[in-house]
């Protein structure tokens, strides 16, 4: 890499600033949630393909039989018709059915090591604020799509992604090594890095290389240039059958699958903490019974839990199951416990976060450049470091910092774009200095 080069890349990411914003309003005016995210990835693909990415997606790039928390068939069929009426690529789309919406695009510039970036691309399941107080409405790019919203801003990591892709294709001749993108699904619920693993999408990576917005870093002109610990975790669902019967005149002949849930629910929140390390557990949605006066047969609920470490997220989860069974057992319901997605912990290599440091710190656009903070949250990227890691290979996750009108998963969340261009400014520069390190694999 050439000095040349690097100057080049601030000068090339200031150039995509208008380009950028206009990307991420388009996401995020179209959001889509995990393995629904057809029109983005295939606005994704086609953005690849046409910097001269080769692109795989689809069953290339996610194993079917690997994914978690699907959506059933007919509402992905209508994600798919909803995906193309909203500009979507139809082609694309229909090689992505099923929920198969993950992209990835590569292009190899010589001999050198193989340096992965992953973004993701999803939304929450949310309603986003809807009033002149919140800017994306007020600017008309607010949530066309109910019950979507970008409330965790994948919008800029797919946009600062893309632009990335471009910076480093026009600087093509002047790269050694192999570029691979990674666009993944359903990070949320932490339902898509398995499957791409699965598919084979880390396959010789030497690098990895990822990131938030906003996250641990809350204002704009914070970088931190590697995250420490990521909380494992495991999302699951618990359901409880049991028998109605008439409430008045025969209760007795009921088996009451609402008691049985709401006390799993209580007894959940009560599982020990661990002396090792922090743990959470969470009982998010609890649905149960059908009407006033009919014994309610049929309860579900929605929990995760998490772990400072993945054997603390292990142990409450193995309690999690002895309390559900155990209180299924009381009201002499079934009980089915299906899990829904399932992170380790992880952490970011000290080699790579002082590259990550050095090319933040040649920006000098950041004002307090850190390292070693405490993730305090679940991404399934560590699954995507660990697989990497155990072969030999190298990684960090950065974040991006950024003014916030509200906290990540709020209906006002909305984040500072001032932070895109310094975003793909750092990946490009990051992706760059880990092409001319050595190859980590023989
Ligand atoms: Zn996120």
């Keep these: 890499m050439t000095d040349h080069a690097t100057t080049d890349i601030g000068r090339l990411a200031a150039g995509l600033a208008d380009g950028l914003i206009a990307r991420r309003r388009d996401l995020h005016k179209y959001p ?4 629904t995210e057809f029109r983005t990835a295939s606005l994704a693909a086609r953005a690849l393909a046409a910097a001269g990415y080769a692109v795989r997606l689809g069953g290339e790039v996610v194993r079917r039989e690997s994914m978690l928390g699907a959506p059933p068939a007919g509402e992905l069929a209508t994600h798919m018709e909803r995906a193309a009426a909203q500009g979507g690529d139809p082609a694309l789309i229909g090689r992505m059915a099923g929920g198969l919406t993950g992209v990835v695009g590569e292009r190899c510039f010589g001999p050198g090591p193989v340096v992965a970036l992953r973004f993701d691309m999803d939304a929450n399941d949310l309603d986003e604020a809807r ?16 019950g979507a919203m970008h409330a965790c801003g994948h919008d800029g990591h797919t946009a600062i992604g893309l632009g990335v892709a471009e910076i480093l294709a026009t600087l093509g001749d002047r790269l050694r090594g192999t570029v691979r993108l990674i666009f993944q699904p359903g990070e949320e619920g932490v339902r898509g890095a398995g499957p791409m693993a699965d598919a084979g999408v880390l396959d010789g990576v030497d690098y990895l290389l990822g990131g938030h917005i906003g996250l641990r870093a809350p204002k704009t002109g914070q970088v931190v240039c590697g ?3 990521f909380l494992a975790t495991t999302k699951f669902d618990a359901v409880f059958t049991g028998m109605a019967a008439h409430a008045g005149a025969a209760p007795e002949q009921g088996r009451n699958a609402l008691l049985a849930a709401a006390n799993a629910a209580l007894n959940l929140h009560a599982i020990s903490r661990h002396g090792q390390g922090a743990s959470r557990i969470t009982v998010g949605t609890l649905h149960a019974g059908q009407g006033r006066n009919v014994i309610p047969a049929k309860a579900e609920l929605q929990a995760e839990t998490r772990g400072r470490t993945t054997e603390i997220d292990r142990f409450v989860f193995e309690r999690a199951r002895e309390v559900v069974a155990g209180a299924a057992m009381m009201y002499g319901v079934d009980h089915e416990i299906m899990v829904a997605g399932r992170s380790p912990s992880g952490r970011s290599d000290p080699g790579v976060v002082a590259v990550v440091r050095r090319a933040a710190e040649a920006m000098g656009c950041f004002s307090d450049i850190r390292d070693g903070v405490d993730m305090r949250a679940s991404e399934d990227f560590a699954l995507l470091l660990g697989a990497v890691q155990a072969r030999g290979g190298l990684g960090a996750y950065l974040l991006l910092g950024s003014d916030l009108a509200a906290g990540h998963h709020n209906p006002r969340f909305d984040f500072d774009e001032a932070c895109l261009v310094p975003g793909v400014e750092l990946f490009a520069r990051c992706a760059m200095a880990c092409l001319n390190l050595p190859p980590r694999r023989g």
């Design 32 to 35: 889509e949630t995990a393995w």
């Design 131 to 146: 009033d002149d107080g919140h800017r994306p409405h007020r600017e008309g790019f607010g949530s066309v799509n109910a």
């Design 227 to 229: 995250v420490e610990g």
